[in-house]
């Protein structure tokens, strides 16, 4: 698995190194695949309950399962994109978000983006063995919350493995201490899913993408790895 998020890594520093005004989703999606595909892995994504790309990319008010499409970036854009892994059976599973052309194109987007990595952060700081999966949740929960933003609750992290959606559920709210608790060696994804303004959702027409109601941003960022003593050991 560590093996699978250093693929991930390599697919995540080539789409951050183009991504700027102009370049299409679709064109993300190409990149991403060739390099999983060359080094002899497959795309997690691809496939899955038949969903179509290599990638999940969501642009502003788009909360999770967006399709690469032929849509360009425009500076300012709030992007967020979600990629997995399958490499000798096992699986990594990561998301990223940029401001396109740079935080300065869009400080608001920009200090949304930052909360919600500070949230996953403190998420990994809490996966320690002996601690419940609550605790990851509450970590994730007091960093959105103070930051002013809301969680989509109904999407969460998961175990990951040999399947890319395993047990346990990894909510991204929760009380300290409840719940099961976390051993060394368990391998989760972290993933705070979280709206700027209402988190009331709806998916569009194409039965995948995922809009906030309210039309206001959502972002995603996801680490997976493995439980220690000291925290979440990140894979990617």
């Known amino acids: 698995m560590r093996e699978a998020g250093q693929i991930l890594q390599s697919a995540q520093k080539a789409m951050k190194a183009v991504i700027k005004a102009g370049i299409s989703l679709k064109e993300l999606d190409v990149i991403a695949e060739n390099i999983i595909l060359t080094a002899g892995a497959k ?20 909360v999770v ?31 990223f978000t940029v401001i396109v052309g740079g935080d300065d194109k869009n400080e608001d987007r920009a200090k949304f983006s930052a909360c919600v990595k500070k949230a996953l952060i403190a998420g990994c700081k809490a996966a320690k063995a002996g601690n419940r999966i609550g605790d990851i949740g509450a970590a ?20 990951l493995g040999k399947e890319l959606h395993e047990d346990p559920i990894v909510f991204n709210y929760g009380k300290k201490g409840d719940g099961m608790v976390l051993k060394e060696g368990m391998t989760i994804a972290i993933e705070p899913i979280v709206a700027s303004g209402n988190p009331q959702v709806k998916i569009l027409s194409d039965d995948w993408t995922v809009v906030t109601q309210d039309g206001k941003d959502a972002c995603q960022w996801e680490h997976c790895g493995a439980v220690t003593k000291k925290g979440l050991e990140i894979f990617a």
């Open 43 to 62: 795309p997690a994504f691809k496939g899955f309950h038949g969903f179509p790309a290599t990638l999940c990319t969501m642009i502003n008010s788009e």
């Open 140 to 159: 994730i929960q007091k960093v959105v919350y103070k930051g002013g933003y809301s969680l989509c609750k109904e999407y969460t992290g998961h175990g």
């Open 65 to 95: 399962h967006g399709i690469p499409d032929d849509r360009l970036l425009q500076d300012g854009d709030l992007i967020s994109i979600d990629c997995g892994v399958l490499w000798k059976g096992l699986h990594s599973d990561a998301a």
